[in-house]
């Protein structure tokens, strides 16, 4: 039995991760819950996994939890007690479900303590992506993709090898607006932002979805996991959410991997690797299956897939500036400080603000966040 830390266990990935455990009890054991503030949420998850370890980052939702709670969990609160969670001496997995910028430490501490990763924390590689490779290659550990598209890859190029791959085809549903122009975009509301027509995500990355930053942090992220230039990386958007992501290979062949739109299919490959279990997952009918749609993404209306890959190919320091002035902006959107293209404009505004650090450690990394977020505010205050 594998016994499983779920770092970010209430949030869209740690709750289907927890439904991928309710099917195959036999298989997982849950050794370690730790979420950020939902006190109440990871109470329930307590009392139905009976984890060895619950953790909450925020002080006040643990002293919430700690009030009411008098069972066998050990509970521990605070952002060490979170990083600290990844490196339990008995898990074998670590999912890393958390949101943002935060996972890099934890995910670090999991790579030092030599555990396999199933990594949904994408800005981990986004920021760190040298540095977190290295270390995975050092520990000697598995890096398994969660996210949708990465698992696709991973499945595709079961069997194949790196040094053959052409092309890396990164599909997209195009979000909420797919087809709409800038001028059309100026007064759109949170509520439609965030209408999804596919998928079903927290607020944060459904908004990075609509403005395809998503995408491009996906762009980054494939860039470190496979080992392939920006050049070799083609986002195509395909609204059905069918084709989850295809490999082309030097002699033109291309694989795919189909399924229907559901995250516990890529989150339970990734957790039973290198085996495959049967799963009671929606299949796909390919007698309902009428159409499949291919199409180019719209770069110019929705900027932050060209920031990204610009971010991406300066390298650097510049992939952590791009997420920190994103996750700063969509924040402000979601409270309603800001209109949605404003997103853009902040980002690029902290880009062009900022001189790259060709190759950073760790610290630096930390500290150039922390740059970005302030500088970012700065100009939230000015749209103020």
């Not at 934890?106 to 040298?130: F, Q, S, W, Y």
């Amino acid at each position: 039995m594998k016994k499983i830390a779920v770092l970010g266990s209430t949030g869209s990935i740690g709750r289907q991760t927890l439904d991928v455990v309710r099917s195959h009890p036999e298989l997982f054991h849950i050794s370690v819950l730790a979420a950020n503030s939902s006190d109440e949420l990871l109470e329930q998850q307590i009392r139905e996994f009976q984890p060895e370890l619950a953790v909450l980052a925020d002080e006040a939702a643990y002293a919430r939890l700690k009030e009411r709670y008098s069972g066998p969990t050990q509970l521990a609160g605070g952002r060490q007690a979170f990083i600290d969670a990844a490196a339990v001496d008995d898990v074998q997995l670590v999912v890393t479900a958390m949101m943002g910028f935060a996972g890099l430490e934890p995910t670090m501490r999991a790579l030092d303590a030599k555990k396999d990763i199933a990594l949904a924390n994408k800005e981990t590689l986004v920021v760190a992506g040298e540095i977190v490779m290295r270390r995975v290659k050092e520990q000697g550990v598995n890096l398994l993709p969660v996210d949708s598209e990465h698992g696709a890859f991973f499945q595709c190029l079961q069997g194949e090898r790196r040094d053959k791959i052409e092309k890396l085809l990164l599909t997209c549903s195009g979000g909420p607006f797919r087809g709409k122009k800038r001028e059309e975009l100026t007064d759109v509301t949170i509520k439609q932002v965030l209408a999804h027509p596919t998928w079903t995500m927290g607020p944060k990355i459904t908004v990075d979805s609509a403005s395809l930053v998503n995408k491009g942090l996906e762009v980054m992220e494939a860039k470190w996991l496979y080992d392939v230039s920006y050049d070799q990386i083609q986002v195509i958007v395909h609204p059905q959410s069918v084709v989850h992501s295809m490999v082309q290979f030097c002699d033109g062949s291309v694989i795919a991997q189909l399924g229907c739109p559901d995250m516990r299919l890529p989150i339970q490959y990734a957790m039973t690797y290198p085996e495959r279990q049967p799963s009671n997952f929606e299949r796909l009918d390919f007698w309902q299956l009428h159409d499949l749609t291919f199409d180019k993404p719209d770069t110019e209306t929705f900027k932050g897939l060209r920031f990204a890959y610009e971010a991406g190919r300066i390298g650097g320091s510049m992939p952590c500036v791009f997420n920190a002035a994103n996750e700063v902006a969509v924040g402000a959107f979601l409270r309603g400080n800001i209109h949605f293209l404003d997103i853009y404009d902040i980002i690029e505004a902290t880009m062009l603000k900022r001189e790259t650090i060709l190759q950073p450690d760790l610290d630096e990394l930390l500290a150039e966040d922390r740059w970005a977020r302030d500088y970012a505010r700065t100009l939230l205050q000015q749209k103020g």
